[in-house]
């Protein structure tokens, strides 16, 4: 079991950045898969970026070079850097936690991202 809290979220103009953050409560925090998540009204919710127990990651095509997600696992945190921010990124984001043992998904309650033009 682990709890999810994202922060960071707000308004920004349009090549702007922002950081979002996610803190896990839960134990073996390690272990999880970690990933961030975006949805806009009437689309589904869509991968943005996740890294793995090893520290590997992977970035959709529409956000690579421009963010970075992040772990520290003493702190039980997870980050997207968002850079040169554009409206279609405008979003709720939410954080996700994937237990790669019992094949369970845990969501956070989201932050909202707005890019002005």
């Known amino acids: 079991q682990i709890e999810l809290a994202e922060s960071g979220g707000g308004v920004v103009q349009h090549g702007g950045s922002l950081r979002l953050s996610c803190a896990a409560l839960?134990?073996?925090?390690?272990?999880?898969?970690m990933s961030w998540y975006r949805q806009t009204p009437g689309k589904q919710r869509e991968l943005v970026a996740r890294?793995?127990?090893?520290?590997?990651?992977n970035y959709a095509d529409s956000v690579k070079a421009r963010f970075t997600i992040s772990r520290d696992n003493l702190k039980n945190m997870v980050y997207l850097q968002m850079n040169n921010l554009r409206p279609e990124d405008t979003a709720v984001y939410y954080c996700?936690?994937?237990?790669?043992?019992?094949?369970?998904?845990?969501w956070g309650q989201g932050t909202q991202v707005t890019v002005s033009s």
């Open positions: 890294v793995h127990p090893d520290a590997s990651t």
């Open positions: 839960g134990n073996n925090f390690s272990l999880y898969r």
């Open positions: 996700n936690a994937y237990d790669l043992i019992i094949h369970q998904d845990y």
